[in-house]
Every structure is written in structure tokens, then in C-alpha cells.
């Protein structure tokens, strides 16, 4: 089984800063990609950031020059730093692992933190 926790979701005003954490625990022998997506109210959920195979970065355009992804492999955590908060980044942010499965790969997702841009 695999776990993901999530922290530092929270309220900050535009042009804020804000830092998410996620530990990722449990039977994980390998990663094909780990990252995060937000889904905000009356919308899908989307891609934010994600690190993929070979340690290349997807970023959404909307976030491109304002949030960066980190992370430790070794203590399976990714980080995402939100810098420059405007209100429609307001959304619930997910953590998500891709790991192997057989054949093929499965996504675990975190329980969401909210993040929530307002003055």
C-alpha cells in the first residue's frame, strides 16, 4: 500500500507565497512520476507540475515562472513552491506518485490540501 501526505495548504493573499510538502510512504520500489495537480471548484483537475522519467519537469503554463518543483528521492518527498499567488490558483492541490503495476503503472493521490488566494 501506498500513502501520500500532503502539507501547507493554507490562505494567503495575492502575490503571496506559499510551500507545499508531500512524504510518499509505503511499498514503493520505483517511480515512473511523482508531482502535483490541483482541482478547483466546478473544474477538472489538472496537471500543475510533475517530475517525469529521466528527471524532466512538466510545468502547467499557468504556473511556468512562479511555482517550482522539488523533491528527494531518497526520502520520497516532492515540494512545490508557489510564488506570486494570484486568486485562480485557488484550488485543492493533489500529490500523485505513478509507480509500477505489473505491466503497467498506477497513480496514488494524496488527500488534498487547500490552498486558497484571497485578499
Known amino acids: 500500500q501506498v500513502q501520500l501526505v500532503e502539507s501547507g495548504g493554507g490562505l494567503v493573499q495575492p502575490g503571496g507565497s506559499l510551500r507545499l510538502s508531500c512524504a510518499a510512504s509505503?511499498?514503493?520500489?520505483?517511480?515512473?512520476?511523482m508531482g502535483w495537480y490541483r482541482q478547483a471548484p466546478g473544474k477538472q483537475r489538472e496537471l500543475v507540475a510533475r517530475?517525469?522519467?529521466?528527471?524532466?519537469?512538466n510545468y502547467a503554463d499557468s504556473v511556468k515562472g512562479r511555482f517550482t518543483i522539488s523533491g528527494d528521492n531518497a526520502k520520497k518527498m516532492v515540494y512545490l513552491q508557489m510564488n506570486s499567488l494570484k486568486t485562480e490558483d485557488t484550488a485543492v492541490y493533489y500529490c500523485?506518485?505513478?509507480?509500477?503495476?505489473?505491466?503497467?503503472?498506477?497513480?496514488?493521490w494524496g488527500q488534498g490540501t487547500q490552498v486558497t488566494v484571497s485578499s
Open positions: 500523485n506518485i505513478r509507480i509500477p503495476y505489473g505491466w503497467s503503472t498506477r497513480d496514488y
Open positions: 509505503g511499498s514503493i520500489f520505483s517511480i515512473n512520476g
Open positions: 517530475f517525469i522519467s529521466g528527471g524532466n519537469i
